[in-house]
């Protein structure tokens, strides 16, 4: 059985900085990708950062680019979301999820995995 659990939200001042982890277990990660995905409250789910563990290959949200990192441990049981230079609009859930296909991730949809989130607040 997949299992994919969040760690790390709270509530942070604009500016500051949060590292979500994320810890998978029940599949075989490096045939995976995996995403975290941002909602905002009333807003639909979309994708921030997605690693291949496959290969290595990131892909980020324009609107998150030079300000998070996504990255994974030796080990592949745990994927990291690094996110300095936090604002309001970052607020929100954040979900791991994990798919084969690294393209789903990039086009923010279909994945098959998800977890069940960790919020997230900027605000001073």
């Excluded at 277990?25 to 941002?38: A, E, N, R, V």
């Excluded at 936090?86 to 998800?114: I, S």
Aim: charged share 15%; glycine share 16%; aromatic share 8%.
């Amino acid at each position: 059985q997949v299992q994919l659990v969040e760690s790390g939200g709270g509530l942070v001042q604009p500016g500051g900085s949060l590292r979500l982890s994320c810890t998978i277990s029940g599949l075989t990660p490096g045939q995976y990708t995996i995403g975290w995905f941002h909602q905002a409250p009333g807003q639909g789910r979309e994708s921030v950062a997605c690693l291949s563990m496959r290969d290595g290959s990131t892909h980020y949200a324009d609107s998150v680019k030079g300000r998070f990192t996504i990255s994974g441990d030796a080990a592949e049981t745990t994927v990291y979301l690094q996110m300095n230079s936090l604002k309001p609009e970052d607020t929100g859930v954040y979900y791991c999820t994990a798919d084969r296909l690294f393209r789903l991730c990039m086009y923010g949809g279909g994945m098959d995995h998800w977890g069940k989130g960790t919020p997230v607040t900027v605000s001073s």
